[in-house]
T-cell receptor, first 114, second 112 residues
Framework: GNSVTQMEGPVTLSEEAFLTINCTYT??????LFWYVQYPGEGLQLLLK?????DKGSNKGFEATYRKETTSFHLEKGSVQVSDSAVYFC?????????????FGKGTRLSVIA | GAGVSQSPRYKVAKRGQDVALRCDPI?????LFWYQQALGQGPEFLTY????????KSGLPSDRFFAERPEGSVSTLKIQRTQQEDSAVYLC??????????FGPGTRLTVL
């Protein structure tokens, strides 16, 4: 079945540092890929998504590229801020229509210190 | 506009009690999902509704878990004879069917 593996946390960075959170997936067919973020005390929010190979999703300075050859969707940000402290989840779904279940990784907690 | 809401936000139950968790999706959203998130883990799919029809319940862990959405709007997840392993955050998400899933804040269930 479909599965997602993402790097274990927690990750602690200083403000303005470069961020990479690795995510790889196993799936049949051509899934859509997502990064969700969970800020303290809040619900899961979609951060970005990509629906086909070589697509790049981006939002709020975060980027991730759908790499079919390496089955990866690594999350990157060039300069993190304290406000980026949250738990980040990589996920996949058979479609991007919102009609199919999401399969999540275990999450990576990011702490950014000033 | 109003997002997905869930109630209660926190629930403590004694082992063996029945609980009911409510989800109010975004108005007009036809698709509704329930997920279970254990501590330190990612959410795991439980069940899916399209309007009032439960199209997929493959993720429900046992027959103690039951979900309904009788009028195609509000949904209730019911857990009978709760066990300690049921302790988790239960997340509800809704979708228009043409876009992403929007998540509620979750209900944290603790079974003593």
């Amino acid at each position: 079945g479909n599965s997602v593996t993402q790097m274990e946390g927690p990750v602690t960075l200083s403000e303005e540092a470069f961020l990479t959170i690795n995510c790889t997936y196993t799936a049949t067919g051509y899934p859509s890929l997502f990064w969700y973020v969970q800020y303290p005390g809040e619900g899961l929010q979609l951060l970005l998504k990509a629906t086909k190979a070589d697509d790049k999703g981006s939002n709020k300075g975060f980027e991730a590229t759908y790499r079919k050859e390496t089955t990866s969707f690594h999350l990157e940000k060039g300069s993190v801020q304290v406000s980026d402290s949250a738990v980040y989840f990589c996920a996949l779904s058979d479609t991007d229509s919102g009609n199919t279940p999401l399969v999540f990784g275990k999450g990576t907690r990011l702490s950014v210190i000033a | 506009g109003a997002g997905v809401s869930q109630s209660p936000r926190y629930k403590v139950a004694k082992r063996g009690q029945d609980v009911a968790l409510r989800c109010d999706p975004i108005s007009g959203h036809v698709s509704l999902f329930w997920y279970q998130q254990a501590l330190g883990q990612g959410p795991e799919f439980l069940t899916y509704f399209q309007n009032e029809a439960q199209l997929d319940k493959s993720g429900l862990p046992s027959d103690r878990f039951f979900a309904e959405r009788p009028e195609g709007s509000v949904s209730t997840l019911k857990i009978q004879r709760t066990q300690q392993e049921d302790s988790a955050v239960y997340l509800c998400a809704s979708s228009s069917g043409f876009d992403t899933q929007y998540f509620g804040p979750g209900t944290r269930l603790t079974v003593l």
